[in-house]
């Protein structure tokens, strides 16, 4: 089905605006979900899969989260795919086209879980909430987090197509009063202060930097530091060229709050950028930044990520 828009072209229509679910208060007006919600959508979980997974995948933009065949989830075996709706209090994907669902099931021999789609911040939801699914992989079992993102290469040695392993990120929402970890802590999944200063597993790149070599990706892998910004607009030229000066090598709209969210509950953490489009840092350039870029890209990549990803999970099991 397709409306008009304001310019007579024929767009699609908007997505339902987010769906009511029951939060518990604080009691200072703070929304959050308690230990206990969380135990029940993650004993809710257990009950429709016998998978017990080891690592959790967030699959995003730039992984297949918009389409099915011959993406990383579709390569499961023994999948049980459930849909966010089926979840009790579990948010629900608003993103057009994306699928919300977890993929249980194995990658070679690894139990996993796969996000196929993501919570954003952009869609409206708060950065807590964004980030449930990362305490009820914990509440799993889950050992480790990958997650995944498609962004723009603002390093200028970057290409499209470029693979970028995470060293580190700048919490640029955090600089700004917006944390997923506010409101009061509960002590079950981590301390007050947690450190970040080792938020991705430096064991891990060296792995992903050796598979890398072996599948012969040494001309696309790149390492480097990611941040994300609120979105939904791309940025403007000022803004990137102020995130180059401090050092930001690719930027997205995701991932920071999830990695701080999953470090907080002690998980070891593995970041993957999709460079999908070179950032625009000059105003004569005419291109302008699009998603359907972002989706083409992934694409484009789908099998080499599908067998890179595949290859790191084997090898992180062993770790
Ligand atoms: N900016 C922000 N998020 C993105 C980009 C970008 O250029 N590309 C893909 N996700």
């Known amino acids: 089905m397709s409306v008009q828009n304001m310019n007579g072209t024929k767009v699609k229509p908007a997505k339902e605006t987010l769906p009511e679910v029951e939060v518990e208060s604080n009691g200072n007006g703070h929304k959050m979900y308690s230990y206990e919600m969380l ?12 998978i017990r997974p080891i690592i959790g995948i967030i699959c995003g933009s730039g992984m297949g989260s918009y389409w099915k065949d ?6 499961i075996t023994d999948a049980e795919r459930i849909p966010y709706e089926e979840i009790p209090n579990f948010p629900t994907s608003t ?3 994306h699928h919300g669902q977890l993929v249980f099931g194995r990658l070679g021999e690894v139990p996993v879980v796969a996000m196929q789609g ?6 409206g939801y708060p950065l807590w909430k964004c980030c449930l699914p990362i305490r009820v992989m ?3 079992g889950v050992k480790t987090l990958m997650a995944t993102n498609a962004a723009g290469g603002l390093n200028p040695s970057y290409k499209i197509g470029d693979l970028m392993i995470v060293t580190d990120h700048i919490n640029l929402m955090g600089f700004a009063g917006n944390n997923p970890l506010q409101g009061p ?4 999944f981590g301390p007050r202060f947690p450190p970040m200063n080792k938020a991705y597993n430096y064991e891990y790149r060296k792995i992903a930097k050796k598979v890398a070599k072996e599948l012969k990706l040494d001309n696309i892998i790149r390492e480097g530091i990611y941040t994300c910004l609120g979105g939904p607009n791309f940025e403007t030229v000022a803004e990137l060229r102020m995130l180059k000066m401090v050092g930001v ?6 991932t920071v709050h999830e990695v701080i969210t999953a470090r907080h509950c002690d998980m070891k953490v593995f970041g993957l950028s999709l460079i999908t489009n070179e950032c625009i840092t000059n105003y004569e350039v005419e291109a302008e930044a699009n998603h359907e870029e972002v989706l083409d890209v992934g694409k484009m990549r789908q099998d080499l990520l599908r067998e890179y990803i595949s290859r790191l999970v084997h090898e992180f099991s062993k770790v």
């Not at 993501?118 to 869609?123: I, K």
């Not at 090598?249 to 995701?254: P, Y």
């Open 39 to 50: 135990e029940e959508i993650a004993n809710f979980l257990l009950t429709k899969t016998n």
């Open 70 to 75: 011959g993406s990383l989830a579709d390569t």
């Open 95 to 97: 993103v057009e086209g």
């Open 118 to 123: 993501r919570f954003h911040y952009y869609e």
């Open 138 to 140: 914990k509440l799993l």
């Open 185 to 188: 802590n509960d002590e079950r």
């Open 249 to 254: 090598d690719a930027v997205g709209m995701s």
